[in-house]
């Protein structure tokens, strides 16, 4: 198995249990009401299957393929027929001299 991550920190919580220990906390977060989040991509399959095109901005910190693929998979049980486009865009660092 490929291994996912090349370090010792744990992964946040997809759900968070109780306050923090102290006055700092790690996973800052806001309530939301019932139903405006899921980490089902059957659910967000179902709500963009009738759509033409959909536009998913990833993050590197998210194991984006594993992501990707699992929506795919949803998509394709909904009978959809799935032409998934990668980009990635550029960094640029930029050295001003006075």
Partial sequence: MKEKRNTTQFLMPSQ????PASSYDIYPSLKLDDGKISSELKLLAEKVVDQKAI???GYVG???DVFKDQLVQALKELGKKVNWIMRQLLSLRVKLIS
């Fill in 62 to 64: 998210v194991f984006f």
């Fill in 16 to 19: 968070k249990n109780g306050k």
């Fill in 55 to 57: 536009i998913i901005d």
